[in-house]
């Protein structure tokens, strides 16, 4: 397979993909290697293909919500608590698209998460814990922003009432 047809087969299996596929998958089903897959997820990202990495791999942002409204909410509190803010916001029904955090010299950091079930969040807790690695809002003493899609308003204002009463709001 050439260059371009492996290129343009890597997003139509993203388009037509309902969660995120990993390097390794995307490899494996077009029988190259996973550093090729790297390689051509740069380039596409270069001709302006909005792919986006996640945890559990690459998904293809179609710019759109499907119905879902995206708000933004800022949240403050330690390490420790990153599990239950996400299965607190998981279980309204939302889904955790990012962390953004402001540093000093860097400006605006952020890391796509794409976290929508407590499966998720096992998930992204287990990769956090499984290396000496701080999250981002290690580097602003806990204060982060969380990008979130909701159903509804009411949804949203499930979400904030929650998290105010656990203390997680900044």
């Given amino acids: 397979m ?5 290129r343009e087969k890597i997003i139509d299996i993203l388009r037509n993909s309902d969660q995120a596929k990993s390097g390794t998958n995307l490899a494996n089903e077009l ?10 997820i740069a380039l596409l990202r270069a001709s302006g ?13 179609n710019n759109s919500e499907d119905g879902y409204i995206v708000k933004t909410i800022a949240c403050k509190h ?7 803010e996400l299965n607190l916001i998981v279980d309204e029904g939302s889904t955790i698209v990012n962390v953004i955090v402001e540093h000093s010299v860097y400006g605006q950091l952020t890391g796509d998460l794409h976290i929508s079930s407590r499966r998720d969040v096992k998930d992204f807790m287990k990769k956090l814990n499984l290396v000496d690695i701080n999250p981002l809002a ?5 204060v ?22 656990k203390g997680y709001l900044y």
Wanted: charged share 35%.
């Fill in 31 to 40: 029988n190259v290697s996973r550093q090729l897959i790297v390689g051509d």
């Fill in 144 to 165: 982060h922003l969380h990008t979130i899609k909701v159903k509804s308003e009411e949804a949203f204002e499930e979400v904030i009432k929650i998290l105010k009463e």
């Fill in 78 to 84: 330690s390490k420790d608590l990153i599990e239950d």
């Fill in 49 to 61: 293909k909005d792919i986006i990495s996640t945890p559990k791999g690459y998904i293809l942002n």
């Fill in 2 to 6: 050439k260059a371009l047809d492996r």
């Fill in 138 to 142: 290690e580097l602003t003493d806990g």
